[in-house]
């Protein structure tokens, strides 16, 4: 068989809108072989694409959601109501202190205390009535009733007079326990850690050299190390000064609540 010559092709460009049309023909062809083929323009913009930053860490508790339960006063730890990780309401009872011998005797000497100042007051305005001591006088026994008042008061408040249940501030989780019972702690020990569920970060280390690309409010996405729960959250801090023991820059990363756990690692 022996071809033609391929006829011209003849175009027509219809332009409207950013839209191009194009119509092309066979001049040799059949009439129904006619193609149209539709053409979306798109102006240029200048712009970049992202940068992305990958960094390792473990989740745990904001700032703000995190609280460390201390001693208020020298007690014995008496029984232990929750487990390490375990979940409570607002206001469960964690554990039960009891004054410890030292708190006990201050408790005792204060009482004894406020009594004797008592006393003085009363004697002291009956010498007043008969001239026998001054306002002065007066005014002093006083002063020392009331001090006697207020050190007794402060050593109720931390539980000085007996036994003592400390309760959660809030909904936590409950992260560290350092105190076993029996064990007689001081003032300010630390008796236990609590997270809050619904503020936890991820806090991720990264090298001094693409930290400086990150920025608050950058998003990113978490992914628990070994698959799992993904989400994406928001830069909240970005440290300045790499971390002595790594080297790394510390950054802050918000998680929606209820997709991780506090100790998971993720990327």
Same mark, same amino acid.
């Given at each position: 068989?022996?071809?033609?010559?391929?006829?011209?092709?003849?175009?027509?460009?219809?332009?409207?809108?950013?839209?191009?049309?194009?119509?092309?023909?066979?001049?040799?062809?059949?009439?129904?072989?006619?193609?149209?083929?539709?053409?979306?323009?798109?102006?240029?913009?200048?712009?970049?694409?992202?940068?992305?930053?990958?960094?390792?860490?473990?989740?745990?508790?904001?700032?703000?959601?995190?609280?460390?339960?201390?001693?208020?006063?020298?007690?014995?730890?008496?029984?232990?109501?929750?487990?390490?990780?375990?979940?409570?309401?607002?206001?469960?009872?964690?554990?039960? @202190?009891?004054?410890?011998? =030292? +708190? %006990?005797?201050?408790?005792?000497?204060? $009482?004894?205390?406020? #009594?004797? !100042?008592?006393?003085?007051?009363?004697?002291?305005?009956?010498?007043?009535?008969?001239?026998?001591?001054?306002?002065?006088?007066?005014?002093?026994?006083?002063?020392?009733?009331?001090?006697?008042?207020?050190?007794?008061?402060?050593?109720?408040?931390?539980?000085?007079?007996?036994?003592?249940?400390?309760?959660?501030?809030?909904?936590?989780?409950?992260?560290?326990?350092?105190?076993?019972?029996?064990?007689?702690?001081?003032?300010?020990?630390?008796?236990?850690?609590?997270?809050?569920?619904?503020?936890?970060?991820?806090?991720?280390?990264?090298?001094?050299?693409?930290?400086?690309?990150?920025?608050?409010?950058?998003?990113?996405?978490?992914? @628990?190390?070994?698959?799992? =729960? +993904? %989400?994406?959250?928001?830069?909240?801090? $970005?440290?300045?000064? #790499?971390? !002595?023991?790594?080297?790394?820059?510390?950054?802050?990363?918000?998680?929606?609540?209820?997709?991780?756990?506090?100790?998971?690692?993720?990327?």
């Amino acid at each position: 068989m022996i071809r033609g010559p391929i006829a011209g092709v003849a175009c027509l460009a219809l332009s409207a809108a950013m839209t191009l049309t194009v119509a092309c023909a066979d001049d040799g062809g059949d009439s129904n072989s006619n193609q149209s083929v539709l053409v979306t323009l798109t102006r240029l913009e200048q712009g970049s694409l992202p940068s992305v930053v990958t960094g390792y860490g473990t989740i745990g508790a904001a700032n703000s959601g995190r609280r460390t339960i201390m001693a208020p006063e020298s007690a014995v730890v008496g029984a232990i109501f929750v487990r390490l990780g375990e979940r409570v309401p607002a206001g469960a009872p964690l554990m039960r @202190l009891a004054p410890s011998p =030292a +708190s %006990a005797a201050s408790y005792s000497q204060a $009482r004894s205390a406020l #009594a004797v !100042a008592r006393q003085l007051v009363a004697s002291t305005g009956k010498l007043v009535a008969l001239h026998l001591a001054t306002a002065q006088d007066l005014a002093s026994a006083r002063k020392s009733e009331s001090d006697a008042r207020a050190q007794l008061r402060a050593l109720d408040e931390v539980g000085a007079a007996g036994p003592n249940v400390v309760r959660a501030p809030f909904p936590a989780i409950v992260t560290a326990l350092t105190a076993a019972p029996g064990a007689i702690v001081t003032e300010g020990a630390p008796l236990m850690d609590l997270a809050a569920p619904g503020h936890l970060v991820l806090t991720v280390g990264v090298v001094p050299g693409q930290a400086a690309a990150i920025a608050p409010n950058d998003s990113a996405a978490v992914t @628990l190390i070994g698959g799992g =729960a +993904s %989400a994406t959250g928001r830069v909240t801090v $970005r440290g300045n000064v #790499a971390a !002595a023991d790594t080297g790394l820059v510390p950054v802050d990363i918000s998680l929606p609540p209820g997709k991780f756990l506090p100790g998971e690692m993720a990327e």
